[in-house]
Antibody, heavy 120, light 107 residues
C-alpha cells in the first residue's frame, strides 16, 4: 500500500524558514517523480515544486523560485521542501504527491497534508 | 502560464442523474490533462488523466474526454459519495496549473 506521510509544518514568522519532509512507502521511491502541491485556506490547488525520479530535474513555480528547494533522499525514501523567506502568501496546507511515472507531473497518491502558517 | 478555467462553479445534481463538468485551457495542453476529486478535509484523489484514462480503482461511471483546450468530465449516475469539488490540472507545461474547481452538490 502506497503511503505518503508529511511532517515539518507549523507556525513560522514572516521571513522565517521551515523544512517539510514526506516519508514514502509501498513503492520504489526512486522510480517516480515527486511533487509538492499547496492549498491556501478555502482556495484551490497550486503546484509548488517537482523533482524527477532520479533527482536530476527540479522545477519550481515562479512564486517560490529562489526561496524554496526541493530534494529527495532515496536511501531514506524521503522527499524534502526547504522553504526560506516565508511570507503570509505561503500560508497553506502542503501536500506531498507521487507522480505516476519517473517524469510525470500528475499525481496518483497524495499525503494527508501538513499545514504551514506564516504569521507574526 | 496556462490558465485553467472550469464551469460551472457549482453544479446541483440529484442522485442518479448525470453530471457534466467542463475545463478549458488558455492554450493547448495536448492530452496532458487530469481530473481530481476532493472532499472536505481530504487530499485530492486522481480520477482521470491523459485525458480519458481512469486511475486505478476509479468506477466506470467516471469518464473523461477532450483534447487541446477543451475537456469534459462526466459522471454518468451520481452516487452519494460523488458530491465533492472537482479540479482539472494541466501537466503539459510548468508551472503546473489547476482550475478553480467545480463543486458538485446535492440538488
Amino acid at each position: 500500500e502506497v503511503q505518503l506521510l508529511e511532517s515539518g509544518g507549523g507556525l513560522v514568522q514572516p521571513g522565517g524558514s521551515l523544512r517539510l519532509s514526506c516519508t514514502a512507502s509501498g513503492f520504489t521511491f526512486s522510480s517516480f517523480a515527486m511533487s509538492w502541491v499547496r492549498q491556501a485556506p478555502g482556495k484551490g490547488l497550486e503546484g509548488v515544486s517537482s523533482i524527477s525520479g532520479s533527482g536530476g530535474t527540479t522545477i519550481y513555480a515562479d512564486s517560490v523560485k529562489g526561496r524554496f528547494t526541493i530534494s529527495r533522499d532515496s536511501s531514506k525514501n524521503t522527499l524534502y521542501l526547504q522553504m526560506n523567506s516565508l511570507s503570509a502568501e505561503d500560508t497553506a496546507v502542503y501536500y506531498c504527491a507521487k507522480g505516476i511515472a519517473a517524469r510525470a507531473w500528475h499525481f496518483d497518491y497524495w499525503g494527508q497534508g501538513t499545514p504551514v502558517t506564516v504569521s507574526s | 502560464e496556462i490558465v485553467m478555467t472550469q464551469s460551472p462553479a457549482t453544479l446541483s445534481v440529484s442522485p442518479g442523474e448525470r453530471a457534466t463538468l467542463s475545463c478549458r485551457a488558455s492554450q493547448s495542453v495536448s492530452s496532458n490533462l487530469a481530473w481530481y476529486q476532493q472532499k472536505p478535509g481530504q487530499a485530492p484523489r486522481l480520477l482521470i488523466y491523459g485525458p480519458s484514462t481512469r486511475a486505478t480503482g476509479i468506477p466506470a461511471r467516471f469518464s473523461g474526454s477532450g483534447s487541446e483546450t477543451e475537456f469534459t468530465l462526466t459522471i454518468s449516475s451520481l452516487q452519494s459519495e460523488d458530491f465533492a469539488v472537482y479540479y482539472c490540472q494541466q501537466y503539459n507545461n510548468w508551472p503546473l496549473t489547476f482550475g478553480p474547481g467545480t463543486k458538485v452538490d446535492i440538488k
